[in-house]
C-alpha cells in the first residue's frame, strides 16, 4: 500500500463497493417487494372478483365456471361452506392444498385478505374471501398463487445483479489502470526528479502533461532544477572569485610586510608599503563583510527595529559616508527632497540599504558621471529612488539580480568588485520592513531603483 496507484484503487473500490453495494440492496427489495405487492393485489381483485359472481349468482354451475376458470394455470382456488367443508375444488385431489391451510373450521375472516404471504418458504401465497348469499349460504373462497413466478424473477434479478457486481469490479481495474497511467506514472517522475535534485543532480526532464494541478507541479519542478542549477553555479563562482580576491591582498599584506619590516629603509617608502598594507586589509574586510551578509541572507537572520526620525538629517549622514568614493571616481551625487518629514523604519538597515545602492550606482557607472537620489513621500509612504546613466542591465538579466549570488556579466562584475550580494541584501531588508523595491534599467543607459517603505 506504498503507491499511490493501490491507495486510490483501494479507496475507489471500498467507496464505490459500499456505494453499489447499498444501492443494489435498495433496488433488489424494492424490485421484489413492487412485484410481490402486484402479485398480492392481482390475487386479491381475482378472488373479490369470484367471490362477488359467487355471492350474485350462487349456484353449482356458478362454482365449475371459478373452478375452471383457474384450473390448470399458476393459481388455484378452494370454496368452502359456512361449515370449512370444500364444496368445490381446482386441485385434485383437494388435500394437495389443503395441506397449506390451517384447519378450515378455525378460519374466520370477515373481509378479503392475504392469509399466507411467505413466498420464500410456501409454494403458494393464499388469500381468502368471505362470502354470504342473500338465501342464506356463505363461507370463503380461498385463492392459491403460486410462488414459482416470484422465485424465478429472484433468481433473474440474482444473476443481473451479480454480472453488474462483477463488472464493476472490472470496471474498477480498468480505471486502476488509467490511473497508474495518466496520473501516478507523472507523479512517479516527479518523484524520481526531486531524487536527482536532492542528489545535486540538476539534469531533470519532465513531460509536458497539461494544464492541471499535475502539469503546474510538473512545471514547477523542472523550475526548480533551473534555478537550483544556475544557484549552485552562481555560488560555486562566488566562492571561487572569493577565494581568488582574498589570495590576492593576503600575498600583498605578506608580501608587503615583509618588505616594510626591513631595516634601512627610507620612511616614505615604508609609509607607502603601510599605505597597500591598509587598502588591501580594507578590501579584505570588505570581502568578509560580503560573506556575512551572504549568511544572513540564508539564515533569514535580519532583524528590523523601527523608529521615527528626520529624513533630511539621515540623509546628510549618508552622502558623508559616500562623498568620498564618488570624489575619487569624480562622480557627482546630487540629492532631491523638496520638504524635511518624518521616516518610520530601521535607520541602521535603511543606510545599509542606500548604501548599498549607491556603491552599486558607483561601481556600475562612468568617469564623471552623475548619481541622483530622490526622497519623497507618497500617500504616507517613503520613497528613496536611485537614479545613474551607467552601463545598466539588460533585459534578459533584469528578472534575476535580486536573486542571491546572481551578478550580471560576471568577468565584468568580478573586475568591478561584484559579489552579487548586495541586491539580494537590498530586497530582504526591504521586505523585512513591509516594502518594495523595484528597478527599471536600460543597457548602455543607465538604471533606475525604487524602495517603498
Do not use: C
Not at 370454496?79 to 378455525?106: F, H, V
Not at 512517479?188 to 539534469?203: N, Q, W
Not at 559616500?322 to 518629514?341: C, Q
Amino acid at each position: 500500500m506504498n503507491r499511490i496507484s493501490t491507495k486510490l484503487t483501494a479507496y475507489f473500490f471500498v467507496t464505490v463497493l459500499i456505494m453499489e453495494t447499498s444501492l443494489m440492496l435498495y433496488l433488489h427489495r424494492n424490485i421484489i417487494d413492487s412485484r410481490t405487492e402486484e402479485e398480492f393485489n392481482r390475487l386479491l381483485a381475482n378472488g373479490s372478483n369470484h367471490r362477488d359472481v359467487l355471492t350474485a349468482y350462487y349456484s353449482e354451475t356458478t362454482m365449475k365456471h371459478i373452478v375452471l376458470m383457474e384450473k390448470d394455470g399458476d393459481r388455484e382456488v378452494l370454496i368452502t361452506d359456512a361449515r370449512g367443508e370444500i364444496i368445490s375444488s381446482s386441485a385434485e385431489p383437494e388435500e394437495r392444498l389443503k395441506k397449506y391451510l390451517p384447519p378450515l373450521d378455525t378460519i374466520n375472516a370477515t373481509e378479503d385478505q392475504i392469509l399466507y404471504a411467505d413466498w420464500k418458504d410456501m409454494p403458494y401465497i393464499i388469500s381468502v374471501h368471505p362470502y354470504q348469499v342473500a338465501s342464506g349460504p356463505s363461507g370463503y373462497v380461498i385463492m392459491f398463487q403460486s410462488t414459482t413466478s416470484i422465485k424465478h424473477l429472484v433468481a433473474k434479478l440474482n444473476m443481473h445483479f451479480g454480472l453488474a457486481g462483477v463488472t464493476s469490479v472490472a470496471a474498477l481495474f480498468i480505471i486502476y489502470a488509467f490511473l497508474s497511467k495518466f496520473l501516478t506514472r507523472p507523479l512517479i517522475r516527479m518523484k524520481e526528479a526531486t531524487e536527482k535534485l536532492s542528489k545535486g543532480d540538476f539534469d531533470v526532464s519532465l513531460p509536458v502533461i497539461g494544464k492541471d494541478e499535475l502539469g503546474e507541479l510538473s512545471g514547477s519542478i523542472q523550475k526548480l532544477a533551473g534555478d537550483l542549477e544556475r544557484l549552485t553555479v552562481e555560488r560555486n563562482e562566488f566562492l571561487a572569485a572569493t577565494a581568488h580576491e582574498l589570495s590576492t591582498p593576503l600575498t600583498y599584506l605578506n608580501g608587503y610586510s615583509k618588505v616594510a619590516r626591513r631595516q634601512g629603509i627610507q620612511e616614505e617608502e615604508r609609509n607607502r608599503y603601510l599605505d597597500i598594507i591598509a587598502e588591501e586589509s580594507e578590501r579584505m574586510k570588505e570581502l568578509v563583510h560580503n560573506l556575512l551578509d551572504l549568511a544572513k541572507v540564508d539564515e533569514n537572520s535580519f532583524t528590523v527595529s523601527k523608529e521615527s526620525f528626520l529624513a533630511r538629517a539621515f540623509i546628510r549622514d549618508v552622502i558623508k559616508l559616500v562623498e568620498p568614493s564618488f570624489a575619487v571616481k569624480k562622480m557627482g551625487l546630487e540629492v532631491v527632497m523638496d520638504e524635511d518629514f518624518k521616516i518610520y523604519a530601521d535607520p541602521v538597515r535603511l543606510e545599509q540599504i542606500l548604501l548599498n545602492l549607491l556603491d552599486n550606482a558607483l561601481k556600475y557607472s562612468n568617469e564623471a558621471s552623475a548619481v541622483t537620489l530622490e526622497v519623497y513621500k507618497k500617500e504616507e509612504r517613503t520613497v528613496f529612488r536611485i537614479t545613474d546613466s551607467g552601463l545598466g542591465i539588460s533585459k534578459q538579466d533584469l528578472p534575476f539580480i535580486f536573486e542571491r549570488l546572481y551578478r550580471v556579466e560576471k568577468s565584468r562584475s568580478r573586475s568591478l568588485g561584484g559579489s552579487g550580494i548586495g541586491l539580494s541584501v537590498v530586497k530582504e531588508l526591504v521586505e523585512a520592513h513591509g516594502g518594495s523595491v523595484e528597478v527599471t534599467s536600460q543597457l548602455g543607459q543607465g538604471s533606475t531603483f525604487t524602495v517603498t517603505l
